[in-house]
């Protein structure tokens, strides 16, 4: 088989809704069943980094639980998938949503890179979303884009974090499986350093064109929920967004290390 380049980078986003079911079973079942999907998410490639487990509990109708993956080889991704699918509790979730996306060079802004590519470490919470532009985009000139686009990104910068300063981030966190690597430690893209800023909204958006049903898929991430529905408010106010088709549904969750996650279905 061969091997992937380099330089490309997949991120999948899987969204699963727990079968009723599964509540019904007696604790013991659910903890081997817990166990036997903890042991497929430990036993992934090396090349697959997890982003995040997230509980969406509470937080939306259709989905209960959130992972997000990424990393050089779109096969391994998908084995994992498979793996998580054939395991105990797998067996008791629905694949509610998927999303598959792809990092591309930017197009209006060379330094603008997604957060995760860049090392910077996760935060407690995330908004995702895929979204398609209108076809009336395309074909506007690319000096206009551009120019609409650098006025997107001030007005947005006044919530987000570039990550441009930060320290190594030293707080693992374990996937509470006893022997697992740590969800922060491999948080990062390969070969990416792990930063701790503080403060702010990370942005990470990835190309899905072709990919799935629509054009991008784009992921902030906050300590702070209310923090995101600020600035996507303030977004609405800008010009670009008239060129906006789609950007629902979206997924608020919760990030915890997965047993937590897990205890909460």
Known sequence: MPTPAAAEIYSVYWL??????????????????????????????????????????????????FLWTHGPDLDAIQRLAVALGHSGLGTYLTPAHTYVGSVAAARYDPEHKPAFVRGVAPRDYVSMYPFTKTPDWYLLPYDERRALMAAHGQLGQRHTDP????????????????????????????????????????????????????????????????????????????????????????????????AEVLADL
């Open 16 to 65: 699963y809704q727990v079968d009723p079911a599964w509540r019904r079973l007696t604790g013991a079942e659910r903890d081997l069943g817990k166990r036997a999907f903890l042991d497929a998410l430990d036993a992934r490639d090396p090349s697959v980094t997890l982003r995040g487990a997230y509980s969406l509990v509470g937080l939306r109708p259709d989905a209960d639980l």
């Open 163 to 258: 990550g441009a300063h930060g320290r190594v981030s030293t707080a693992g966190t374990s996937n509470g499986h006893g022997r697992g690597r740590s969800v922060a430690a491999t948080a990062a893209a390969p070969g990416a350093t792990a930063l701790a800023t503080t403060g702010g909204i990370l942005t990470n958006t990835v190309d899905s064109f072709g990919l799935s049903d629509y054009e991008f898929v784009v992921a902030f991430e906050a300590d702070d929920a209310a923090s995101l529905c600020r600035m996507v408010e303030d977004l609405r106010a800008v010009e670009v967004r008239r060129y906006t088709r789609a950007d629902t549904p979206v997924f608020l969750g919760r990030r915890r290390e997965p």
